[in-house]
């Protein structure tokens, strides 16, 4: 009887383990504030990045620096938005 026991105590601690450990590693919360925060917020970067990347465009091609201010304003907005994994913060600066 104390063999069976032990059996199912240690069984149940191996178990409980690799829950904690399943848990550690879910980043549901995550993607859920990226797919429905972060990434309309970055896409709206994107977009008025764009319109001033326009506007800055005459003083930019004067000081030969189209683009810099192109991977700056639009760029980079967009990699944030469109190829990044969902939940991934860490390319975002």
Same mark, same amino acid.
């Given at each position: !009887?104390?063999?069976?026991?032990? @059996?199912?105590?240690? *069984?149940?601690?191996?178990?409980?383990? %690799?829950? %904690?450990?399943?848990?550690?590693? +879910?980043?549901?919360?995550g =993607?859920? *504030?990226d @797919?429905?925060? @972060?990434?309309?917020?970055c896409?709206?970067?994107?977009?008025?990045?764009?319109?001033?990347?326009?506007?800055?465009l005459?003083v930019?091609? !004067?000081?030969?620096?189209v683009k810099?201010t192109? +991977?700056?304003?639009?760029?980079?907005? =967009? =990699? *944030?938005?469109?190829?990044?994994?969902?939940?991934?913060?860490? %390319?975002?600066q």
């Open positions: !009887m104390k063999t069976k026991l032990l @059996v199912v105590l240690f *069984a149940l601690a191996l178990g409980l383990d %690799s829950v %904690s450990q399943c848990r550690a590693e +879910d980043n549901t919360l =993607a859920i *504030a @797919v429905t925060l @972060v990434r309309p917020g896409l709206v970067a994107t977009v008025i990045g764009s319109v001033f990347f326009v506007v800055a005459p930019a091609a !004067m000081s030969g620096s810099q192109a +991977d700056t304003l639009v760029v980079t907005p =967009a =990699a *944030a938005t469109f190829t990044r994994p969902i939940g991934d913060f860490t %390319s975002i």
